[in-house]
């Protein structure tokens, strides 16, 4: 029989195929993988959603904190280059956060200050 190739077949190596399949794993519930039969619809469980979510905004987050450390320690700048590296790694810090996470002014001001 002959089986025709898909899109994913030449786009995704095995690596990413198996991490497809290991996140699909972790975001299928019992309960969602009951819904249907059919193999091609997906029911996601909401908490197992939303804890990726908050794993992807907490990476996010620590590599805009450690991106201008690192700078900053393997780049020779003088003061005024480091004053800049500094203050605009926090306005992206600010963006990216109060774009990913649902934050209040406050929340935000305590973050950056932290």
Partial sequence: ???VPSLEDYVLPDAFKQA????QAFLNGETERSRTSN???YHYSPSR?????KIFASTVAVGILLVPV???F???LSRANMSIVVGGFVLVFMVTMS?????TPHDLFI???A
């Fill in 99 to 103: 774009v990913l996470v649902d934050v």
């Fill in 74 to 76: 393997l780049v020779d």
């Fill in 49 to 53: 959603l939303a804890v990726l979510a």
């Fill in 70 to 72: 690192f700078i900053l």
């Fill in 39 to 41: 193999p091609y619809v």
């Fill in 1 to 3: 029989m002959y089986a």
């Fill in 111 to 113: 973050g950056i200050a």
């Fill in 20 to 23: 497809d399949e290991c996140i």
